[in-house]
Nanobody, 123 residues
Framework: QVQLVESGGGLVQPGGSLKLSCAAS????????MSWYRQAPGKERELVAT???????NYADSVKGRFAISRDNAKNTVYLQMNSLKPEDTAVYYC?????????????????WGKGTLVTVSS
């Protein structure tokens, strides 16, 4: 089993910055893609950014140029640097990871979610 724990959320004024972290732990052989999603009140969960194992990145159009995703493979951690925050960025931000785990019967490939961290952008 693998656990993802997010941190770094909070209240920030418009135009401010926050850095989210997500640390993975447990039975990890290899972490493939890692992503950040968000869900605003009354809206569906949406993909914010993805970073592949080769460090290629993709971003939602709404955050391009403002957010940056990165990862530290030695720490099994993914980050989301959020700059120039807007009120519409207010949401619960979730970490997601595709993880290979070595079991006694072979390799398993599973997708995991964190429990989320709340980001509120308000003056």
């Amino acid at each position: 089993q693998v656990q993802l724990v997010e941190s770094g959320g909070g209240l920030v004024q418009p135009g401010g910055s926050l850095k989210l972290s997500c640390a993975a732990s447990g039975n990890i052989f290899r972490i493939n893609a890692m992503s950040w999603y968000r869900q605003a009140p009354g809206k569906e969960r949406e993909l914010v950014a993805t970073i592949a194992s080769a460090d290629t990145t993709n971003y939602a159009d709404s955050v391009k140029g403002r957010f940056a995703i990165s990862r530290d493979n030695a720490k099994n951690t993914v980050y989301l640097q959020m700059n120039s925050l807007k009120p519409e960025d207010t949401a619960v931000y979730y970490c997601n990871a595709d993880v290979d785990s070595l079991q006694y019967y072979g390799m398993t490939y599973m997708n995991y979610w964190g429990k989320g961290t709340l980001v509120t952008v308000s003056s």
